[in-house]
T-cell receptor, first 115, second 113 residues
């Protein structure tokens, strides 16, 4: 079946440090890939997405590139801020049909950024 | 335009009681999904509904759980005879017809004591 694996967490960084959160996937079809962010006590917000190989999703300084050859979608940010502290989820969605909201999520990575 | 609204935000039930979780999708959204997030885990798909129809319930436990999305009113996730293992955060997501982005609510945190 489809699955998403994220790097083990939690991740603790100092402000302005470089961030990488690894994400790899297995899928029977040709998936779209997503990163969601969950702030404390909140629901999930879409951070960025990519729908085909070599696409780069970007938002709020975060980037991730869809790598079909390595089945990866690693999240990066050049300089993190305290306000980036949250839980980050990698997810995939198989193309086709109308179930655009049916996603397979990784287990989440807790990021804490200290001043 | 209000986002996806879930209520209650927090729900405490004793073992054996019923839990009823509500989700009002965004205006114009006719597709609703329910997810469950167990402690320190990712979200797991439970069920996908369109108005008055269950489209995909492959993630729903076979017993005690049911979901509906009536023609009028919110979608309801019902858990009968709750057990401690049902304690989790339950999230709802919705999208428009032919729209590729789903929006999530803030979740209902169910605690079974």
């Amino acid at each position: 079946g489809d699955s998403v694996t994220q790097m083990e967490g939690p991740v603790t960084l100092s402000e302005e440090a470089f961030l990488t959160i690894n994400c790899t996937y297995t899928a029977t079809g040709y998936p779209s890939l997503f990163w969601y962010v969950q702030y404390p006590g909140e629901g999930l917000q879409l951070l960025l997405k990519a729908t085909k190989a070599d696409d780069k999703g970007s938002n709020k300084g975060f980037e991730a590139t869809y790598r079909k050859e390595t089945t990866s979608f690693h999240l990066e940010k050049g300089s993190v801020q305290v306000s980036d502290s949250a839980v980050y989820f990698c997810a995939l969605r198989i193309a086709g049909g109308t179930s655009y909201g049916k996603l397979t999520f990784g287990q989440g990575t807790i990021l804490t950024v200290h001043p | 335009n209000a986002g996806v609204m879930q209520n209650p935000r927090h729900l405490v039930r004793r073992r054996g009681q019923e839990a009823r979780l509500r989700c009002s999708p965004m205006k114009g959204h006719s597709h609703v999904y329910w997810y469950r997030q167990l402690p320190e885990e990712g979200l797991k798909f439970m069920v996908y509904l369109q108005k008055e129809n269950i489209i995909d319930e492959s993630g729903m436990p076979k017993e005690r759980f049911s979901a509906e999305f009536p023609k009028e009113g919110p979608s309801i996730l019902r858990i009968q005879q709750v057990v401690r293992g049902d304690s989790a955060a339950y999230f709802c997501a919705s999208h428009r017809e032919l729209n590729t982005e789903a929006f999530f609510g803030q979740g209902t945190r169910l605690t079974v004591v």
